[in-house]
């Protein structure tokens, strides 16, 4: 009985923990896939997202993902239209990609608002390794980005 006890505890502190001692966790959309208001392909479509997308993982259901996307809609997809690429999607009107994980650093190039880059690594706090699709790599800062 106390081992069940002990269980319940730690599963309650768990669900009380904030949401910024959670991992998150992020996936690419494999292929352009239509995002539904429920978990079913009879469901209401709400819109289409283009191959590279990230989004964020909130509950697996089945054959279903509930997942948040870079607008903070809350959507699902079926499983088979995520891949375990990563990827980043530009918030900033524009984000500066520079030769390495300092602002005095080489600007390598800009990414404007919505430009999906590929996620290469975590960078040092603040900062991520980024390859843009014309095979450009550099460091952006993570505030610049979503998806990390």
């Excluded at 309650?12 to 910024?20: F, I, K, M, Q």
């Excluded at 292929?31 to 509950?59: C, G, N």
């Excluded at 239209?81 to 990827?87: D, E, F, H």
């Amino acid at each position: 009985m106390a081992i069940r006890r002990g269980f319940r505890f730690w599963s309650t502190l768990a669900l009380l923990a904030p949401a910024s001692a959670m991992a998150l966790e992020y996936l690419a959309v494999a292929e352009p896939a239509v995002l539904y208001d429920a978990p079913s392909a009879k469901a209401k479509p709400r819109f289409i997202v283009t191959r590279d997308t990230p989004l964020e993982i909130v509950v697996t259901v089945g054959a279903w993902v509930k997942v948040r996307d870079v607008d903070g809609d809350l959507v699902w997809i079926g499983k088979s239209s995520l891949a375990a690429k990563r990827t980043v999607i530009v918030r900033a009107e524009r984000s500066q990609v520079r030769a390495a994980a300092d602002e005095s650093s080489a600007l390598l190039f800009e990414a404007e608002r919505r430009v999906v880059l590929d996620l290469m690594e975590p960078g040092p706090p603040g900062w991520a390794k980024v390859q843009h699709r014309d095979g450009q790599t550099g460091f952006v800062k993570a505030a610049q980005v979503w998806g990390l």
